[in-house]
């Protein structure tokens, strides 16, 4: 299981990363207010789930608020370098805040599920 969570939480990562970086072209997108910033925080607090499963699990040695910052860090570094690197993605604000939120969810997703279940 330690194996598995690491390997979810950096493959949640890096299709994080590569899905902030593509080109959207033939995506529908939901004509919905803010269907965008709902993505962020299901992302991001699915990713922020593995990542602090596999921190409680393997074990590792670093405080639990620098993983937390690490995450949030990633985002903002996404927003910067869809600005920087790309010509068809926008950076947003709104998004880091959308990213924060749901790194949020997630840590309160992994006290309920270790709370009923893992007790790690």
């Known amino acids: 299981m330690e194996r598995n969570s690491l390997f979810f939480a950096i493959g949640c990562s890096v ?3 590569v899905l902030s970086l593509i080109k959207m072209d ?4 939901l004509k919905y207010a803010y269907t965008d910033k709902f993505e962020h925080v299901f992302a991001y607090a699915t990713m922020t789930f593995f990542w602090v499963l596999s921190y409680q699990l393997n074990k590792i040695k ?10 949030v860090l990633f985002g903002a570094i996404i ?13 947003d604000f709104l998004d880091i805040a959308a990213n924060s939120i749901g790194i949020l ?7 309920l599920v270790n709370r009923i279940y893992l007790h790690v």
């Not at 670093?62 to 995450?71: E, G």
């Not at 927003?79 to 950076?91: F, S």
């Not at 969810?105 to 006290?111: D, E, H």
């Open 15 to 17: 299709l994080i990363l």
């Open 26 to 29: 033939g995506i529908p997108n």
């Open 62 to 71: 670093v405080r639990l608020v620098v993983l937390i910052l690490s995450i």
């Open 79 to 91: 927003e910067i370098m869809q600005v920087k690197l790309t010509a068809y993605r926008t950076g």
């Open 105 to 111: 969810f997630g840590c309160l997703f992994f006290k």
